[in-house]
């Protein structure tokens, strides 16, 4: 017996119905008809295009294999794959485990690979130290393996997408004027995040920008910053800005992650992107206040910035915290190996 072709993947999943808009909408996958399976206690949908197929499996018993399955893990996972095969009678002729070889060499393991992501963070300070646990939480909670990125270091080339992070003001000779209103300036920050996110941009790598992130990858573009804005800027550290009723507009991919209901953002800059200072080919999504306050690349595969901090989750909308997910999701649809 032989196997053949790598017939389908199957995910299990919490729910089918509110995971297939993620694989249909995002990743453009068409979605079969979801169907129950009593006899072995789940519900199905497939998902596929010319080149993959993949199935969706929700657990019906909470008691079943694939329950404590789903339970214990609490998150979409690879549950098996499924292969085509020439002769499936010999294939359930199996040998008694006794007749088994113990260490055969023919055999391997499959395992998942987690997509791993450059996360960019200021230098490492006590001060800094909970604001930067809290991107790695973000990301590593929906499937992550984060490689963090300091002043300093270089980025792996072995990377499946870029997050830059908050942090603080860039040096404004970067986009061509002189520095009038800036503060807490890291020159060598600067350079490493210019340097990652024009090389991401190159490699068609997805690339999400948050907050000074997204100010990074407006400049990369050739786009320009307001150097002072009132009202976008807690006076306290820990304090907090609200920006209520921000509309995402409707046919981005920002809408496709986090939907075109009305949100509730936080605000904690005092620079800025203004439409006349947008950087070359991106397009804004969010816009408060005349300041644009999200854009996209639409000619590029993934490559989204937000002003807001969604990783703080007590701070913004359910549904603003949901770009982590589309974010990762679209770094694991090609991962640059099978490590």
Same mark, same amino acid.
């Given at each position: 017996?032989?196997?053949? @072709?790598?017939?389908?993947?199957?995910?299990?999943?919490?729910?089918?119905?509110?995971? !297939?808009?993620?694989? %249909?909408?995002?990743?453009?996958?068409?979605?079969? @008809?979801?169907?129950?399976?009593?006899?072995?206690?789940?519900?199905?949908?497939?998902?596929?295009?010319?080149?993959?197929? =993949?199935?969706? +499996?929700? @657990?019906?018993?909470?008691?079943?294999? +694939?329950?404590?399955? !789903?339970?214990?893990?609490?998150?979409?996972?690879?549950?098996?794959?499924?292969?085509?095969?020439?002769?499936?009678?010999?294939?359930?002729?199996?040998?008694?485990?006794?007749?088994?070889?113990?260490?055969?060499?023919?055999?391997?393991?499959?395992?998942?690979? /987690?997509?791993?992501?450059?996360?960019? =963070?200021? /230098?490492?300070?006590?001060?800094?130290?909970?604001?930067?646990?809290?991107?790695?939480?973000? =990301?590593? %909670? +929906?499937?992550?393996?984060?490689?963090?990125?300091?002043?300093?270091?270089?980025?792996?080339?072995?990377?499946?997408?870029?997050?830059?992070?908050?942090?603080?003001?860039?040096?404004?000779?970067?986009?061509?004027?002189?520095?009038?209103?800036?503060?807490?300036?890291?020159?060598?920050?600067?350079?490493?995040?210019?340097?990652?996110?024009?090389?991401?941009?190159? /490699?068609?790598?997805?690339?999400?920008?948050?907050?000074?992130?997204?100010?990074?990858?407006?400049?990369?573009?050739?786009?320009?910053?307001?150097?002072?804005?009132?009202?976008?800027?807690?006076?306290?550290?820990?304090?907090?800005?609200?920006?209520?009723?921000?509309? +995402?507009?409707?046919?981005?991919?920002?809408?496709?992650?986090?939907? #075109?209901? @009305?949100?509730?953002?936080?605000?904690?800059?005092?620079?800025?992107?203004?439409?006349?200072?947008?950087?070359?080919?991106?397009?804004?999504?969010?816009?408060?206040?005349?300041?644009?306050?999200?854009?996209?690349?639409?000619?590029?595969? $993934?490559?989204?910035?937000?002003? $807001?901090?969604?990783?703080?989750?007590?701070?913004? #909308?359910?549904?603003?915290?949901?770009?982590?997910?589309?974010?990762?999701?679209?770094?694991? /649809?090609?991962?640059?190996?099978?490590?």
């Amino acid at each position: 017996m032989k196997l053949g @072709p790598l017939h389908h993947v199957a995910i299990a999943v919490p729910s089918v119905s509110q995971s !297939v808009p993620f694989y %249909r909408d995002v990743l453009g996958l068409r979605a079969g @008809p979801v169907r129950d399976v009593p006899d072995q206690r789940v519900r199905v949908a497939f998902l596929g295009d010319d080149r993959q197929l =993949l199935e969706l +499996v929700e @657990p019906l018993d909470p008691d079943s294999g +694939v329950g404590r399955f !789903v339970r214990e893990r609490g998150r979409p996972t690879l549950h098996h794959v499924c292969y085509v095969v020439d002769d499936l009678a010999g294939v359930r002729r199996r040998p008694h485990r006794a007749d088994r070889p113990r260490h055969d060499p023919r055999v391997r393991t499959m395992k998942t690979v /987690r997509p791993r992501i450059a996360l960019t =963070l200021s /230098r490492p300070t006590p001060l800094h130290q909970a604001s930067h646990q809290r991107y790695r939480d973000a =990301l590593e %909670r +929906v499937g992550a393996d984060v490689v963090a990125l300091h002043p300093g270091d270089a980025m792996p080339e072995d990377v499946d997408a870029l997050c830059l992070s908050g942090g603080g003001d860039i040096e404004p000779s970067r986009y061509g004027e002189e520095d009038i209103a800036c503060s807490d300036v890291d020159t060598d920050r600067d350079s490493l995040e210019l340097t990652l996110a024009r090389n991401a941009i190159d /490699r068609d790598l997805p690339v999400l920008g948050i907050c000074r992130g997204f100010q990074i990858l407006n400049v990369a573009y050739g786009g320009r910053l307001l150097q002072d804005v009132a009202g976008h800027k807690p006076e306290e550290r820990e304090g907090l800005v609200e920006h209520r009723d921000v509309r +995402v507009a409707a046919g981005s991919r920002l809408a496709a992650a986090i939907g #075109s209901r @009305p949100l509730v953002v936080n605000s904690r800059h005092h620079q800025a992107v203004t439409r006349e200072g947008l950087g070359h080919g991106l397009v804004p999504t969010v816009v408060v206040d005349d300041l644009v306050e999200a854009f996209e690349a639409p000619d590029k595969r $993934w490559v989204v910035g937000v002003q $807001w901090h969604p990783e703080r989750t007590s701070e913004v #909308s359910a549904e603003a915290r949901r770009i982590f997910e589309v974010f990762v999701g679209e770094a694991a /649809r090609t991962t640059t190996s099978a490590r």
